[in-house]
């Protein structure tokens, strides 16, 4: 995951890590991926993150997905749910 590099190392006497660990945090939240988005939320509750960058990661994180979002992914989706129900009804 990035940022988890830069967090493990845990040299809070210099925050270039943090900042950086933050920065990637943020640049996958905007990907799509919610592990940050749940890290983040953790670490703003301790102070880490603040509450204007895990807003920014959560506007941009809903941005990807909404993106992601289309009618031809929905249909998909429910086929493969549809075919998973048949399967299991017909492979018990």
Do not use: T
């Not at 988890?4 to 996958?28: F, V």
């Not at 993150?49 to 992914?73: C, E, N």
Request: glycine fraction near 4%.
């Amino acid at each position: 995951d990035l940022g988890c590099e830069e967090w493990d190392n845990n040299d809070w006497d210099n925050n270039d890590n943090a900042e950086r660990a933050l920065k990637h945090w943020i640049i996958s939240a905007a990907l799509g991926d919610d592990s940050p988005i749940e890290f983040m939320m953790e670490m703003s509750e301790e102070g880490y993150v603040s509450k204007d960058d895990l807003a920014a990661a959560l506007r941009a994180h809903q941005a990807a997905v909404d993106a992601a979002k289309s009618v031809q992914r929905e249909a998909a989706e429910e086929y493969k749910r549809a075919a998973e129900l048949r399967d299991e009804i017909l492979f018990k």
